[in-house]
């Protein structure tokens, strides 16, 4: 006969499927916060709902016709450079989903199919500081001289959002992981998202 789970592995296992569970949920809510943030500043925007359960579906396009909001002023179109930031916009928001998309797999894989996808979702997270900084600039760049300050500002309030969303996204394949499958060391000269100061790393996931 199969041996019976003892108390401390039912324990063990109720702690790990809670934990399982916040991680995902805390993930999905970060990734919206972003997405919120983000589709205050370039108004109006469809913004779909951010979470795991989207699954493959793209989030709805920034139309042409938008204004920039930082502060408490509204810029019109006819005062920026409305093609690269709608671009920049669209990208972001594109990123968030594949991002939200991850975070589903990730959750409903076993665990050796959840570290085989660490290598994915850390490119994910650079994809995201890159689209971040491009958003940023494109905004900061587009916007009038008087407004600079105001847009700096307003981005910088995007990129907390995104510190905390990329924190919940680790913490999302931590949950999923064991630690056995982890190893990070080795320096590779950069900042990421995530992690205080140069990032060290040799990932292996399997």
Same mark, same amino acid.
């Given at each position: ?10 324990? /063990?296992?109720?702690?790990?499927? *809670? ?21 205050? !500043?370039? %108004? ?16 709805? $396009?920034?139309?042409?016709? @938008?204004?920039?909001? +930082?502060?408490?002023? /509204? ?9 690269? !930031?709608? =671009? ?5 928001? $594109? ?5 939200? =998309?991850? !975070?589903? /797999? ?28 491009? @958003? ?12 600079? =300050?105001?847009?700096?500002? %307003? ?6 959002? +995104?510190?905390? /969303? +990329? ?22 000269? *950069? *900042?990421?998202?995530?992690? =205080? ?6 990932? %292996?996931?399997?």
């Amino acid at each position: 006969m199969p041996e019976e789970p003892s108390r401390a592995d039912e324990w /063990a296992e109720s702690i790990q499927n *809670t934990y399982q569970n916040r991680a995902t949920a805390s993930t999905g809510d970060a990734l919206q916060d972003v997405a919120d943030a983000v589709g205050d !500043v370039v %108004t109006p925007v469809q913004r779909p709902e951010w979470g795991p359960e989207l699954g493959g579906e793209r989030p709805p $396009e920034l139309s042409a016709e @938008f204004a920039i909001r +930082v502060g408490a002023e /509204a810029t019109p179109s006819t005062e920026f450079d409305v093609e690269s !930031v709608r =671009t920049a916009a669209n990208e972001l928001f $594109e990123t968030l989903q594949l991002l939200a =998309t991850g !975070v589903d /797999a990730i959750s409903a894989a076993g665990d050796a199919a959840a570290a085989d996808a660490g290598s994915a979702l850390f490119d994910g997270i650079r994809l995201l500081q890159l689209d971040v900084d491009r @958003f940023e600039q494109t905004v900061v760049d587009s916007l009038p001289e008087r407004l600079a =300050t105001a847009a700096k500002s %307003t981005v910088d309030r995007i990129k907390d959002k +995104v510190k905390r /969303a +990329v924190g919940s996204l680790w913490n999302t394949l931590f949950a999923h992981t064991t630690l056995d499958n982890w190893q990070v060391s080795g320096g590779i000269g *950069t *900042t990421l998202p995530g992690f =205080t100061g140069n990032v060290t790393l040799a990932l %292996t996931f399997d």
